[in-house]
C-alpha cells in the first residue's frame, strides 16, 4: 500500500513538474533585410529573460501561461508580444530600425541604459555623426552638435589641440577639461605634457581614431557625471568603440581627402608702407635726419632700395589631407571581433607642418561559458608631427609682428665686414635679425619632429551569477610615449662655432612617457518586483595609478640630424618622475514604477595622493527623479504630444586636475653657492589642508515629443556653483617661495539649453533631418578670497581673474582718445578721469570673453542611397581681444603694422 501511494504521488509530481517547466519557447530575431540580429535582450515580464545569439536564435524555459515578451536591441523599436505557453512554442521576430531616439540605448557611467529612462542629462553621438565631416581628430567632430558643448579649435596647426567645454567654465588655475573614458576606462589626456614649445600644445587625443568610435556619450548634469565623482566636474565624455555585431563577415573602405587654407588673414603694412609710417613716428618723436631703423640692421637707403618681403606669403600653403580606413567585423558562435587599420596624413596651411597617424585597433568578444563572457580591446598607433614654429616661438607669429617687410628672406649679393672680410654669400639666408626674424630660414634651418607612439588596452570579464546579479571585472593600460626631436642645422645659431670658427648644429630631445594603470570592479542587481516595480542597484571600486617620467637631452652633431645617432650628450639629461593615484568606491540605484516615475542616487568616495592627509578623501552624492508625463491618463486627450518627461537632479562633483606634490613643502639642491657650495632653497610652501575643488550642480529637464515623435528634443536649465576653488597664487617675496596651490574663491555657471530634432520629410526614397541645438552660459567670478587678481594663475597677459565678471576678463587701462593738440594718448583713470599718464593702478575690467551663445544647425538630405549633409555652428557674442593691436595700430615699435 505504501509504495502503491508512493508510486501516485511520484507520477502526480512528475507530470505537475512537467507542467510547470518543461514548456520552451524559441525563436529568431532578424532585421529589416531578414539578417539575423545577435545580442537582442529578450525580457519576459515578472521572469528573467535572455539574449539571442549570434545566429538571432534564443531559447526561455517558462511554465504554461501567457507572458508578455520584449524585444530590444540599440537602434531598433522593441517589440512586445502576449504568447500564451501551453506547450513548445516557437516565436520568430523581425525588427524594424527605430524612427525615434527616446528608446535608444546609450552608455552611461559603468552601464547602458535605455534614454527613455535616464534622469541625467546626455547627449550621444553615433559613429556617423563623428565621421560625417573630415576632422583632425574626433573631439572636434561634436562642434556644434551637442548642446552647451563648445569646442574651440586652436590654431589650425596640424595635431594641435581643441579646447572643449561643457556647460561653461568652473575651474580657473586647476584643469576645466572633461574626463575621457574609453571603453569604460579613464584616459590620459593632459594637452600640457609636453609644455607648449613651438607656440602651441599637442593633442593626446588626436591618435584616437574616429572611424574606430561606435558612440560618444557626453554627460553633463550632476545625475550623469556623479558615478564619477572627483573628475565629474567638468563633464565626462564616454568614448565606445566598435564591436561585430553581424553573422556575416563584414568589410568596410573608406577614402577621403581635402584642402586646407587660412580663412582671414591679416593685413599688414608693405614695404613703402611700413617706411612711410616709421619715418612720420620718427618725425612725430623729435628727431631730426635720416631714421635709424629697429636694431641698426640695415641702413634706410637699403631698405628703401629693397624691393620687399611679404612674409605672410612666405609662411603659408593650401595644404592637402588624406586619410584611409579599413575595418573587419564578423560575428561567431560564442563571440564576434572587429579588426580595423587606419593612416591619415594631414598637412596644414602652415608651410612645412603636418600630422600623420597610423593606427590599428583590434576588439573580440568571447562567451567562456553560457554565464561567462571575456572581451578585450586593444589599439596602437603612431603619431608623426612635423612641426614649425609659431605664435611667439617664430613661423606665422613672426610674420605678424618682428619680421619687417624691409627684411630680405636671401642675401642679394655678397657681405663683407668692415675689414672687407666676406661674412655672408649671395644666397645665404639674411640673418642679421637672427634665424627668428627670418620665418623662411627659421624653417629651413629647424628639423623638428614629434613622434608620439600610444597603446591602450583593457580586458573585461563578466559573469552571470544568477538571474538578478552580473559581476564585472575590468583591467586597462594606457601607455603613452612622446619624443620630441629637434636639429637644428649649422647656421641656425650663427654664434655656435667651433675652435676653428665653423658653424656647428645642435640637436636637443624632449621625451616623456605615461603608464595609466587602472581596474574596476562593479557588482550589478537587477529586479523586477510584482508588475510595476523595477531596481537595478550598482557597487563598485575602482583604482587608478599614474607615472610620468621626463627627461631632457642635449647633443652636438656638425653630421646629421638623427638625434639617437649623433654621440655624446652635452649635458647629464635632466629627468623627472611624477606618481599619483585615485582610490574610489562608489554606489547607485535606480528605481522605476510602471515605467512612468524614475529615481536614482548615488555617491562615490574618492581618494588621491594629490591632497594633504587632512583631505584625502572626499565624498560625491547626487540625485535625479524623472516624471514621464505621457503615460498618465489626463494626456490621452493629447494625440499629437507622444512624450514628454521631466526630470531633475542635484549633486556634488569635484576637480583634482593639479600636478603632483602640491600640498607639502619641498627644497630643491643647488651647487652654485659661494665657493661652489651646495644649497637648498625653497620651492613649494606646505598645504595639509589642501582639497578637492566642489561644484554642485542643479539641473531641470523636459524631453519632448511631437506627432508621433517625428519632433523630439529638451530643453534644459542648470546652475551650477564651483567652491573651494583650487587656485595657483603668487606668494609675497619675503616668504622666499614663489607660488602655491590654495583652496580660495568660487564661481558660478547658469545657462539654458534647447535642442530640436525634425523629421521634415520621410517618404520610402528621400528624407530631410534637421538637427539644431543653442545654449547660453552666464559665468561669473565670486570671490577669489584675499588675493588680487595679479596673484591668481589663470590669466595671461592682460588677462586677469577679477571677482564679479567672467573667467578670463580683459585687465586694462582704458583708452580716451588722441589729443589734437599734442598727438598725445589719453588714458582715462578708474575713476573716468583723463589722463596722460598709463599707470596699472587704474586698470579695469572689460569686455567678457564668454559667447551670449553657441550651438549649431544640422540638415541632413538622403535620397536612396545617396546623403548631403551641411552644419553650420554658431557663436554669438563674446569679445576678442587683440593684445597686438598695441603694437601695431598705434605706437610703432620693432612689429609691422597693420593697415
Known amino acids: 500500500m505504501k509504495s502503491t501511494s508512493r508510486f501516485l504521488l511520484f507520477c502526480f509530481s512528475f507530470f ?21 540580429l545577435p545580442s537582442v535582450v529578450v525580457a519576459v515580464e515578472n521572469q528573467s529573460g535572455t539574449m539571442t545569439d549570434y545566429n538571432g536564435q534564443y531559447t526561455l524555459n517558462l511554465p504554461k501561461g501567457t507572458y508578455n515578451i520584449t524585444y530590444s536591441f540599440i537602434g531598433y523599436e522593441p517589440i512586445t508580444k502576449s504568447v500564451s505557453v501551453q506547450g513548445n512554442k516557437v516565436v520568430n521576430v523581425a525588427m524594424k530600425p527605430s524612427q525615434t531616439q527616446l528608446n535608444e540605448v546609450v552608455v552611461v557611467g559603468y552601464g547602458v541604459a535605455r534614454k527613455r529612462d535616464l534622469t541625467g542629462s546626455v547627449v550621444s553621438l553615433k559613429s556617423k555623426e563623428l565621421t560625417d565631416i573630415p576632422t583632425p581628430s574626433f573631439e572636434n567632430a561634436i562642434q556644434g552638435k551637442a548642446a552647451g558643448v563648445q569646442v574651440i579649435t586652436g590654431s589650425g596647426i596640424a595635431g594641435s589641440g581643441s579646447m572643449v567645454r561643457v556647460r561653461g567654465v568652473a575651474s580657473i588655475s586647476a584643469g576645466g577639461d572633461p574626463l ?68 556575416k563577415l563584414t568589410y568596410n573602405f573608406s577614402a577621403r581627402t581635402g584642402f586646407s587654407a587660412p580663412t582671414a588673414l591679416p593685413n599688414m603694412a608693405s614695404k613703402e608702407e611700413y617706411l612711410q609710417l616709421y619715418e612720420e613716428a620718427w618725425v612725430n618723436d623729435g628727431n631730426v635726419g635720416v631714421p635709424q631703423l629697429p636694431g641698426n640692421r640695415m641702413s634706410w637707403a637699403e631698405a628703401q632700395a629693397f624691393e620687399g618681403t611679404d612674409w605672410i606669403q612666405e609662411t603659408i600653403r593650401t595644404g592637402v589631407k588624406q586619410g584611409y580606413d579599413f575595418s573587419a567585423s564578423k560575428g561567431f558562435k560564442g563571440g564576434n571581433f572587429y579588426a580595423g587599420l587606419s593612416y591619415n596624413d594631414n598637412h596644414s596651411y602652415l ?10 585597433r583590434f576588439n573580440v568578444d568571447y562567451n567562456l561559458a553560457s554565464n561567462l563572457k571575456l572581451g578585450i580591446s586593444t589599439s596602437i598607433s603612431r603619431g608623426i608631427n612635423n612641426r614649425i614654429d609659431a605664435a611667439w616661438s617664430g613661423g606665422f607669429g613672426e610674420a605678424m609682428s618682428r ?147 621626463r627627461w631632457d637631452g642635449y647633443y652636438d652633431s656638425e653630421a646629421t640630424g638623427q638625434i639617437r645617432e649623433t654621440g655624446q650628450y652635452v649635458n647629464e639629461p635632466l629627468s623627472y618622475l611624477e606618481e599619483y593615484a585615485f582610490a574610489s568606491a562608489f554606489t547607485r540605484l535606480n528605481y522605476n514604477f510602471a515605467g512612468k516615475y524614475y529615481a536614482e542616487a548615488l555617491i562615490r568616495r574618492d581618494g588621491s595622493s594629490k591632497f594633504g592627509p587632512n583631505n584625502k578623501y572626499g565624498n560625491f552624492p547626487a540625485a535625479s527623479i524623472g516624471w514621464i508625463i505621457t503615460e498618465e491618463d489626463f494626456m490621452s486627450g493629447l494625440p499629437n504630444i507622444s512624450y514628454l518627461k521631466l526630470k531633475t537632479s542635484v549633486g556634488k562633483n569635484g576637480n583634482s586636475a593639479i600636478p603632483s606634490y602640491q600640498w607639502f613643502g619641498y627644497y630643491n639642491v643647488a651647487n652654485n653657492g659661494y665657493g661652489g657650495q651646495t644649497y637648498r632653497y625653497p620651492v613649494i610652501r606646505e598645504n595639509a589642508d589642501l582639497r578637492w575643488e566642489t561644484s554642485t550642480t542643479y539641473d531641470v529637464g523636459l524631453e519632448y515629443g511631437f506627432f508621433n515623435d517625428r519632433v523630439t528634443g529638451e530643453l534644459a536649465w542648470y546652475h551650477k556653483e564651483t567652491n573651494d576653488m583650487l587656485l595657483n597664487v603668487t606668494l609675497q617675496g619675503s616668504t622666499g ?59 595671461t597677459n592682460d588677462t586677469r581673474v577679477v571677482v564679479g565678471m567672467p573667467i578670463g576678463t580683459n585687465y586694462l587701462v582704458q583708452f580716451s582718445h588722441v589729443d589734437p593738440t599734442n598727438g598725445l594718448p589719453v588714458y582715462l583713470t578708474k575713476d573716468g578721469e583723463e589722463t596722460y599718464t598709463w599707470d596699472l593702478q587704474d586698470r579695469v575690467a572689460v569686455g567678457n570673453v564668454m559667447p551670449d551663445a553657441i550651438g549649431g544647425l544640422t540638415n541632413t538630405f538622403n535620397y536612396k542611397n545617396l546623403e548631403f549633409s551641411f552644419l553650420w555652428v554658431f557663436t554669438i557674442g563674446g569679445d576678442i581681444y587683440d593684445s597686438s593691436s598695441k603694437r601695431q595700430m598705434g605706437v610703432v615699435t620693432d612689429w609691422n603694422m597693420r593697415t
Open 737 to 795: 617661495f614663489g607660488s602655491w596651490w590654495d583652496n580660495v574663491g568660487s564661481v558660478y555657471n547658469t545657462g539654458v539649453e534647447f535642442a530640436i530634432k525634425s523629421r521634415n520629410i520621410v517618404t520610402d526614397n528621400f528624407s530631410w533631418t534637421s538637427d539644431f541645438n543653442i545654449a547660453r552660459n552666464t559665468n561669473q567670478i565670486t570671490s577669489i578670497g584675499q588675493y588680487s587678481p595679479d596673484a591668481v594663475s589663470g590669466g
Open 351 to 360: 608651410a612645412g607642418n603636418s600630422y600623420e597617424r597610423i593606427s590599428g
Open 403 to 549: 619680421a619687417l617687410p624691409i627684411y630680405p628672406v636671401r642675401y642679394s649679393e655678397d657681405e663683407y665686414d668692415a675689414d672687407g672680410n666676406v661674412v655672408a654669400s649671395a644666397g645665404d639666408y639674411w640673418l642679421k635679425g637672427g634665424v627668428s626674424l627670418n620665418p623662411v630660414a627659421q624653417r629651413a634651418l629647424k628639423d623638428w619632429t614629434a613622434i608620439e607612439d600610444r597603446t591602450i588596452n583593457n580586458i573585461t570579464l563578466d559573469y552571470k551569477l544568477s538571474d538578478a546579479w552580473t559581476l564585472r571585472g575590468q583591467g586597462a593600460f594606457d601607455y603613452m610615449h612622446f619624443e620630441d626631436h629637434i636639429w637644428e642645422k649649422p647656421g641656425y645659431d650663427p654664434t655656435y662655432k667651433d675652435s676653428e670658427g665653423n658653424l656647428l648644429g645642435r640637436a636637443n630631445m624632449y621625451t616623456y612617457s605615461v603608464w595609466n594603470t587602472s581596474g574596476n570592479a562593479t557588482a550589478n542587481y537587477i529586479k523586477d518586483i510584482g508588475k510595476n516595480h523595477h531596481i537595478n542597484w550598482l557597487i563598485g571600486s575602482e583604482y587608478q595609478y599614474n607615472r610620468i617620467l
Open 16 to 36: 505537475f513538474a512537467q507542467s510547470i517547466v518543461a514548456q520552451t519557447v524559441t525563436g529568431t530575431v532578424v532585421d529589416e533585410y531578414n539578417e539575423a
Open 180 to 247: 575621457y573614458v574609453v571603453d569604460g576606462i579613464p584616459i590620459t589626456q593632459d594637452y600640457f605634457l609636453n609644455g607648449n614649445r613651438g607656440g602651441f600644445n599637442t593633442n593626446p587625443l588626436a591618435t584616437i581614431n574616429p572611424n574606430d568610435i561606435e558612440s560618444v556619450e557626453i554627460l553633463k548634469d550632476a545625475a550623469a557625471t556623479g558615478i564619477y565623482g572627483s573628475r565629474g566636474s567638468n563633464g565626462v565624455i564616454l568614448i565606445t568603440t566598435k564591436r561585430g555585431n553581424s553573422k
